[in-house]
């Protein structure tokens, strides 16, 4: 993920490339470039632990209605 020395670097080389005339200019692509991969690379991973969770959920209550639905044609018996 994106950590916050990152965001920080980016605000910074983003609001001060071009400060006076007399400066350097910074190239930022490969900045730029790092944090798309890192913010993609989050994302992918964000999915990937969102869709694990509710997996989780989902079989958990599954379980729960198919014990309950025992416990009911227990009862009925």
């Given at each position: ?11 910074l080389l983003s609001g001060s490339t ?43 209550h599954e379980d729960e209605q198919l ?7 227990q009862l009925a018996e």
């Amino acid at each position: 993920m994106i950590n916050f020395k990152t965001v920080f670097a980016m605000a910074l080389l983003s609001g001060s490339t071009v400060v006076n005339a007399d400066e350097i200019l910074v190239d930022t692509t490969d900045l730029h470039a790092s944090i798309s991969a890192q913010l993609a690379e989050g994302l992918t991973q964000m999915q990937q632990d969102l869709n694990d969770d509710l997996n989780a959920i989902l079989i958990a209550h599954e379980d729960e209605q198919l014990k309950t639905e025992a416990v009911s044609a227990q009862l009925a018996e």
